[in-house]
């Protein structure tokens, strides 16, 4: 496996045994996944415009107000990082 699959199978881990995490590894892993979401746009060309409609946005706030946020709507957002960096991962025919 690569870094990504990895990284992949790491969030899919994280949110089925979301309760648990604590609150820095939530947002660790968060941050991680949105870094990579960006660089994996950046290497596929994808505008990045960081409009309300971006899915990363709900993933930024989610990170920033981990405190805030219940078991369940983290384990969304990690669910939601995976499906994006797997779809990046296949757009770039890894």
Same mark, same amino acid.
Do not use: C, W, Y
């Given at each position: 496996?690569n870094?990504?699959t @990895?990284f992949?199978?790491?969030l899919?881990?994280a949110?089925?045994? *979301?309760g648990?995490?604590g609150?820095?590894?939530?947002h660790? %892993? %968060?941050?991680?996944? *949105? =870094?990579?979401?960006q @660089?994996?746009?950046r290497?596929?060309v !994808?505008p !990045?415009?960081? =409009? %309300? =409609? @971006?899915?990363?946005?709900? %993933?930024r706030? =989610?990170?920033a107000i981990i405190?805030?946020?219940?078991n369940d709507? *983290?384990?969304a957002?990690?669910?939601?990082?995976? @499906?994006m960096?797997?779809?990046l991962?296949?757009?770039?025919g890894?």
């Open positions: 496996m870094h990504t @990895d992949i199978a790491e899919i881990r949110a089925n045994g *979301v648990k995490l609150d820095s590894e939530k660790r %892993l %968060l941050e991680h996944a *949105v =870094t990579m979401i @660089d994996m746009r290497q596929n !994808i !990045i415009f960081e =409009t %309300l =409609t @971006d899915p990363l946005i709900p %993933l706030i =989610t990170a405190h805030r946020r219940s709507e *983290v384990k957002a990690l669910l939601e990082a995976a @499906d960096i797997r779809t991962k296949i757009e770039l890894g």
